[in-house]
Every structure is written in structure tokens, then in C-alpha cells.
């Protein structure tokens, strides 16, 4: 295993593994308690979008993706708060439409199929410097993030009394789904765009089994998001596996024994 630490494409990946689980690992409990998973679905397949009009326009695909897919988080925010639709009938509508574009910019960028596999299942060989870059701008900025995390927990757990309370909870919204979006997106080299929503949602969903506060959550959340990264990628080294796949594995292990743990406590 240490033999992989002298590659620079391993160093490289690995790196960014632990910057995107970091940022995975802190949004994961907001998606998961306030129900967000199918907005990682539908921003998953916006960032398709984004891949394949990035392959098809012969540019990067990540710096196509990253815009598209922040309006699409806007959209699907902004339908939401401006109609009486629900939230899942907005992100449908767009995860469509993401779908559909995604199928033509990808018919059109012929001889690019093996890139977008990459892109589909996650790959080691995927990550350059600037990709690194990107993510730990990101990080840098989500540190501005961490004194909101009070009202964005308030908000999450009484949406009407953080309202009455004139915390900027539509505002916060707004944000969030921009960090989700933002996030999904610079994972995708990492974990690959199909398995990019479990890696937001699985981690927080293990520590909601078993810490009772939500800042126990949190801890718990970015703990397990780390160490399932770290443990896929080597795993995926080893294996010759794609390294979403090995990570979301590993991932959906640490879940099952949380759920093991739960119902043995339960029956106690």
C-alpha cells in the first residue's frame, strides 16, 4: 500500500480525495437532515451536463460543468422558493433537462467516449494541479461557511421558528445548494459523476445512526467521509477498481455496520 504514496498521480488524487471529503463530509449532515438527497441526484446529472459540454466544445470539462451546475442548483432554489411547486418536482425538471442535453452534447463529442468514462466512474489518473487548486479554494472558502453553522442547523431542524427569528434562512438556502453544487462538481474526478451524490449523502446517513446532537453528526460525518476516502482510493490502487466505486463501497460498508449497531442497541 505505501508503495502507492510514491506515485504522483496517487499523491495528487489522494490529496484531493481528503479536501473533497472534507467538504463532503461537513454538507453531508445538512443534505441528509434536511432531506437533500435527490438534489445531489439532480446536480450529479447537471454536472453530466456540463461534462459533456465541456468534451463536446474540446475545452476542460470541469470549467463547463462548474457553472452549469451552479445555475442549475440556483434554478432548481429559485423555483422552489418563487412557486408552489415542491422541492422534488423542481429538481426533477431540471434533472431531466440536464439528462436530455447531456445525451446530445454527448452524441456530438465523438472520440471522446474514454474521457467520459472517467469522468462516469471516477479515476486516479484524472486529478491534475489545477483541479487541486480548484478544491482547496473551495475549502478555503467554505471556512467562511463555519460561522453560519449555528443558523444553518437552526434552520434546519425549525425552518418557521428560524424564519420568526428573521435569520436569512431563503438566503442560506441559496448558499447551501451553491456549496452542494460547487462540491458535487469538484468531486467528480474523485468519485466519478453516477456515484458523486452517495459520496454527499452516505457519510452523513451512517452518523445520523449513531450521534444523537447534530454537532456529533457533523464530527462523525467528516470522520467517516475521510476515512472511507482515504481507505477507497488504496483499495482502488490495489484492485485496479474505479475509485468512486471503491470509495462509495467501502462508504455503504461503514453504513451497514452503523445500521448493525443500531438495531443491536435497539433490541437492548
Do not use: C, N
Not at 245 to 251: C, D, K, R
Request: glycine share 8%.
Amino acid at each position: 500500500m505505501l508503495d502507492a504514496l510514491g506515485y504522483p498521480f496517487f499523491q495528487r488524487a489522494l490529496l484531493a480525495g481528503l479536501l473533497v471529503s472534507l467538504l463532503s463530509g461537513l454538507l453531508s449532515p445538512f443534505v441528509v437532515q434536511r432531506r437533500l438527497s435527490f438534489l445531489g441526484d439532480g446536480l450529479a446529472h447537471a454536472a453530466f451536463a456540463g461534462v459533456a459540454l465541456g468534451l463536446f466544445l474540446r475545452g476542460e470539462p470541469l470549467w463547463f460543468a462548474l457553472p452549469f451546475t451552479f445555475l442549475v442548483a440556483m434554478a432548481i432554489t429559485l423555483v422552489k422558493e418563487k412557486t408552489e411547486l415542491s422541492e422534488d418536482t423542481a429538481i426533477g425538471v431540471f434533472f431531466a433537462l440536464s439528462v436530455a442535453l447531456g445525451a446530445v452534447f454527448l452524441s456530438k463529442a465523438r472520440g471522446y467516449v474514454g474521457d467520459a468514462m472517467g469522468y462516469l466512474f471516477g479515476s486516479l489518473l484524472a486529478v491534475g494541479p489545477a483541479d487541486l487548486w480548484a478544491i482547496a479554494l473551495l475549502l478555503f472558502l467554505a471556512l467562511f461557511l463555519l460561522p453560519l453553522w449555528g443558523p444553518l442547523a437552526y434552520a434546519t431542524f425549525d425552518r418557521e421558528l428560524a424564519l420568526s427569528d428573521r435569520v436569512p434562512v431563503v438566503f442560506h438556502d441559496y448558499l447551501l445548494s451553491g456549496f452542494i453544487a460547487v462540491s458535487l462538481v469538484l468531486a467528480v474526478k474523485v468519485v466519478g459523476i453516477i456515484l458523486v451524490a452517495a459520496f454527499l449523502v452516505i457519510p452523513g446517513a451512517a452518523a445520523r445512526l449513531l450521534s444523537r446532537t447534530f454537532s456529533g453528526l457533523t464530527l462523525l460525518s467528516l470522520l467517516l467521509a475521510s476515512l472511507s476516502t482515504v481507505l477507497g482510493l488504496f483499495l482502488s490502487f490495489l484492485l485496479d477498481w474505479p475509485s468512486g466505486a471503491s470509495i462509495v463501497l467501502l462508504q455503504a460498508a461503514l453504513f451497514g455496520l452503523a445500521f448493525v449497531k443500531t438495531v443491536f442497541s435497539v433490541r437492548k
